[in-house]
């Protein structure tokens, strides 16, 4: 039973635009998401259990514990928001 870990930088430098106007954190987002969709074709994929956490201060960093499968996951990270500011 693996458990899959996203890190995700939630500073405001991840609201910076590429050059389709996306922004840093939703294309991070995004790619989380498809990766858990073709993750969840896998027969393999059954017992996997995700966790997702950002930079924010402990315990406030852990948005989804990895005791949740995918669906509790999806739905915290969706409505995921800067959080902290960085100088950059």
Known sequence: MPILLFLI???ASMNQRAYLGTSYLDI???AVEIFMKLR??????RGDRYMLVTFDEPPYCIKC????SG??????RR?????HYSLL
């Open 9 to 11: 930088d939630t500073s």
């Open 28 to 30: 991070a987002k995004g």
């Open 40 to 45: 969840a074709r896998d027969p393999a994929s």
């Open 65 to 68: 514990k990895a005791i949740f």
């Open 71 to 76: 669906p509790h996951c999806r739905h915290s």
């Open 79 to 83: 409505d995921q928001p800067l959080s």
